[in-house]
């Protein structure tokens, strides 16, 4: 038995001695033992009273005097108070280093409560998004005013980040993301991407300005080629062939420059998607029947089209997203191979599903397939012209549609690239159409 109980025990020891005596004199040992246990009963009173005067001081000095099993709960609280003291000044200590390292950093950091309430932020809110000490407590939304905004936080998906000009100054750009953390609560981070963007701008601007510049001497080119190659006066073959060569080139180089300008107006923000319906299956219909025309030593191409559905939304960039996809599969499939078109309705929407009996392309290419210029060596599969540009022609016209390119693979089993569109972009009757697009699509 441990020291307080067997204090505690002595006192009780003591005091029923004291009652059979008192019984003894009184002549009554049921008065004595009620005394005995108010006195008992008292002594408990006394020292809880001064446990809990003790705490209401809130001072974390040394405990009250006691004794007994009452000694051991006042040294057992006063320890338990001091480490939860140390772990207090510990944790504030963490707060602190947190506190200056966040507001060290140059990106924008809010805490944003439940209700998405300003809790706290740094020094670089107050010069991004004009945020100052009083605005503590506001939301977030009554201070960033921006539709774009506005949407994302609604959504609630925190996978994406939104793009808005700083509250201060128009020509500074902020990429806005959102973390979730502990329970209702968030980070809000807001970046300087303003330098970022005027990069990308000129990039894009410098790319659709060579390309421009690049059509004119290489139609020019291209005319005198065909005009040399096709003389009446009769020319050596060994020039010929030099001719002939010079006029591949050039048309693959006319090529290049066709799918650079292509990407450079789906990557401008000006270019907006204009919204009609797309006649799907008779645009699939189409693209098989040309691909079976470029060339007698090909695959068999079978088109399956499980439903009838249609799609609203830009019908020269749907086309050029689709026969990207099929002529690479054809281009890239043996001639006793096959390829299978199907369009389909997988219950989420509608999907195109292009699959081949290829090579196949090895794990570690595929992430990065959508990268203008990346190809990808496939044994078997030499000098077929490609550009580089296809699937980013592709990507990039599926994302104005907000569906998704997936891409399955595996060497030596062949690939499947298919197009995921959401539902609201699909139609399924004449009366869907008006619906869909007072949808705001």
Same mark, same amino acid.
């Given at each position: 038995m441990s020291s307080p109980w067997r204090s505690e025990f002595s006192f009780i020891f003591l005091a029923l001695l004291v009652g059979a005596f008192l019984g003894k004199v009184l002549n009554s040992f049921v008065i004595a033992l009620w005394f005995c246990l108010l006195a008992y009963l008292a002594r408990h009173l006394f020292y809880?009273? %001064?446990?809990?005067?003790?705490?209401?001081?809130? %001072?974390?000095?040394?405990p009250p005097q006691g004794d007994g099993v009452w000694e051991e709960i006042y040294y057992l609280i006063f320890r338990l108070r001091r480490r939860n003291k140390r772990r207090k000044k510990q944790l504030i200590r963490m707060l602190e280093r947190f506190r200056t390292a966040t507001a060290a950093l140059p990106d924008a950091t809010v805490v944003l409560g439940p %209700?998405?309430?300003?809790?706290?932020?740094?020094?670089?809110?107050? %010069?991004?998004l004009g945020l100052r000490r009083g605005d503590i407590g506001q939301q977030i939304g009554n201070l960033l005013r921006y539709p774009k905004f506005s949407h994302y936080m609604q959504n609630a998906d925190y996978r994406s980040t939104v793009s808005i000009p700083s509250p201060l100054a128009d020509n500074i750009q902020l990429e806005i993301r959102i973390v979730p953390y502990g329970e209702d609560l968030r980070l809000l981070v807001a970046q300087d991407v303003t330098q970022l963007r005027f990069m990308e701008r000129v990039r894009s601007d410098f790319v659709a300005n060579v390309s421009h510049e690049l059509r004119t001497p290489l139609t020019v080119l291209k005319g005198y080629l065909e005009t040399l190659s096709n003389a009446d006066k009769p020319m050596s073959e060994s020039y010929l062939k030099v001719f002939r060569r010079m006029e591949e080139q050039t048309i693959r180089m006319e090529s290049l420059v066709d799918g650079l300008l292509s990407l450079t107006r789906l990557e401008s923000a000006a270019h907006q998607v204009v919204q009609k319906r797309v006649d799907v299956p008779a645009m699939l219909k189409n693209i098989c029947n040309e691909a079976e025309l470029l060339t007698e030593e090909r695959p068999t191409i079978e088109l399956v089209l499980e439903t009838d559905a249609d799609l609203l939304g830009a019908e020269q960039e749907l086309h050029s997203a689709f026969s990207n996809l099929i002529l690479n599969a054809v281009k890239y499939t043996p001639p006793a191979g096959r390829v299978v078109v199907r369009w389909r309705d997988d219950g989420k929407g509608t999907r195109l599903d292009v699959e081949d009996t290829g090579p196949g392309i090895a794990q570690h290419h595929i992430p990065r397939l959508t990268e203008r210029f990346y190809r990808v060596a496939v044994d078997g599969c030499k000098n077929k012209g490609g550009s580089g540009l296809g699937l980013a022609i592709v990507k990039h016209a599926l994302s104005r549609h907000g569906a998704e390119l997936k891409i399955m693979s595996a060497l030596g089993r062949g690939s499947c690239f298919s197009c995921c569109f959401p539902e609201e972009r699909v139609v399924r009757g004449a009366s869907q159409v008006d619906a869909k697009l007072a949808q705001g699509l």
């Open positions: 809880a009273n %001064r446990l809990l005067v003790w705490l209401h001081s809130g %001072r974390s000095g040394q %209700r998405d309430e300003i809790d706290w932020f740094n020094e670089a809110a107050e %010069r991004l």
